[in-house]
């Protein structure tokens, strides 16, 4: 079932729930009328343990207030190595027959491959043995937009996905921004079927990482949007987009994981809004400004923690911004990192891939389009990592986020919250540490009212919690 609303997106779910998914926040927010290895570690996020214990400024003016760092006397210590990886966003390194199998491609038209190189057409030259691959790109693929940006002398290029008929295209505010070097920069996109247009930035949210773009083209194919609350892991995962400028790439593999919290950096990213101090080279996760190279060392560079779909789906810069599809060719993620054990000139896919849900991505983007700007939940407590009472001497794993201090007349003030309480669960996605927290409020929208469970005194306890509004 598909559900068509005024402004063109399109979802493929059925019928809305009256309260919102388990896991994510209730959107209360939303404008009246709408529903809606680094070095072969294994770990993907950033080195978040500076000396021994958490760093947790990243709470700081945004959704939470500074952490106070656990004790030596009765707090468990954290080690580091674990942690320490490289990571990075990957977007701003830019540089066919018709589809049969009217199984697998859902009976749509088939169109001819242009001729030309850079033509973005899903070529099937032998119709008897497409797949679902094949089907699935077929139909998204004329939803997915090369996007060039330029600006200040620099320049690089991105993906982008079409929301709706009116020309409204969802990307990456480190697309659009070059990184976050530029505030005002000349877009252009070019379509699937090769037309060119200029655009215009409706809005960013660096706090998501999430843009929308503008273009004033006739005959756009609005994406479909499913339900990515609903994914599994093992599922399959294609991406769609432009990596190396290369439009029209198709990718495939399957969804790794779920709600895995990684940071990611950018000077788009205000620093009194940010959820970490800016790391030392090297560390944890960085934006890729164009052509591979650094950011400036003069920039000032914010940290944000994002939830996100991992994937193995090849995902390489110029990816960022463009579609991360199911098998019915429904979008379920709009791609925004890598992982990389190399350096920022030499990153590719390693099979480590991240993409933001589509139900977070859909809200942002409708709040951008219809108020300016988005939402952004706050708890008001400042945490530290809690370790668990089976861990001896020092640990690197940590199984909740324990309240370090309640800011007064915060949410969490209001909810009841004391100091010790260690938050486990917010609204059905686990809570391990600090950064899941930040996280998961963070993708709730001002006013919503989510479940929050947590340990008191060794007895678990559920209550209600009416987030508010994070700054920046």
Not at 182 to 202: C, K, L, Q, Y
Not at 269 to 277: C, R, T
Not at 300 to 319: P, W
Not at 355 to 364: C, D, G, K, L
């Amino acid at each position: 079932m598909t559900d068509d609303n005024l402004h063109g997106f399109e979802r493929n779910i059925p019928p809305r729930p009256q309260t919102p998914p388990s896991h994510v926040w209730a959107d209360s927010s939303r404008p009246d009328g709408e529903n809606s290895d680094p070095e072969n570690t294994g770990q993907h996020h950033r080195a978040a343990y500076d000396d021994g214990s958490y760093s947790s400024g990243g709470f700081y003016r945004s959704a939470l207030p500074p952490a106070a760092l656990p004790s030596q006397r009765d707090k468990k210590r954290f080690g580091t190595a674990t942690f320490v990886s490289g990571v990075l966003i990957a977007g701003l390194l830019g540089g066919g027959v018709v589809a049969g199998a009217d199984q697998l491609l859902g009976g749509q038209a088939v169109t001819p491959a242009a001729t030309t190189g850079q033509s973005q057409s899903v070529v099937v030259n032998d119709t008897e043995s497409v797949n679902e691959v094949t089907g699935a790109a077929v139909k998204a693929s004329p939803s997915v937009v090369t996007i060039a940006v330029s600006g200040a002398g620099s320049g690089g290029s991105g993906s982008g996905i079409v929301l709706d008929g009116e020309g409204h295209i969802l990307t990456n505010t480190h697309v659009v921004t070059l990184g976050g070097q530029v505030s005002d920069a000349a877009v252009e996109v070019r379509t699937s079927d090769g037309r060119v247009f200029p655009a215009e930035i409706v809005g960013t949210d660096p706090l998501s990482d999430l843009a929308v773009i503008k273009v004033d083209a006739p005959d756009l194919q609005p994406a479909t949007l499913a339900d990515s609350d609903a994914l599994n892991v093992g599922d399959t995962a294609i991406a769609i987009g432009a990596p190396l400028g290369l439009s029209g790439t198709v990718t495939d593999g399957i969804i790794s994981t779920l709600n895995r919290t990684i940071s990611v950096a950018s000077s788009a990213v205000p620093e009194e809004s940010a959820d970490a101090a800016p790391e030392q080279e090297g560390d944890g996760f960085n934006f890729l400004p164009p052509e591979g190279a650094e950011v400036p060392q003069n920039q000032a560079q914010g940290s944000i923690y994002l939830n996100v779909i991992q994937t193995d789906a090849a995902i390489n810069q110029g990816n960022s911004g463009g579609a991360l599809v199911d098998g019915q060719g429904s979008v379920i993620g709009v791609n925004v990192a890598i992982a990389s054990a190399g350096s920022a000139d030499s990153t590719g896919n390693i099979g480590v891939g991240f993409s933001i849900p589509i139900n977070y991505a859909e809200r942002v983007a409708r709040e951008i389009i219809e108020e300016g700007s988005a939402s952004h939940g706050f708890l008001g407590v400042s945490v530290s990592p809690s370790a668990s009472e089976n861990s001896s001497a020092e640990t690197s794993f940590s199984v909740g986020a324990e309240v370090a201090g309640v800011e007064p007349g915060s949410p969490a003030a209001n909810a009841g919250f004391q100091e010790g309480d260690v938050i486990t669960n917010v609204a059905g996605r686990q809570i391990t540490d600090p950064r899941d927290l930040t996280a998961a409020v963070r993708m709730q929208a001002e006013g919503d009212t989510v479940s929050v469970e947590f340990e008191r005194n060794g007895e678990s306890q559920t209550i209600e919690v009416t987030v508010g509004q994070a700054e920046g």
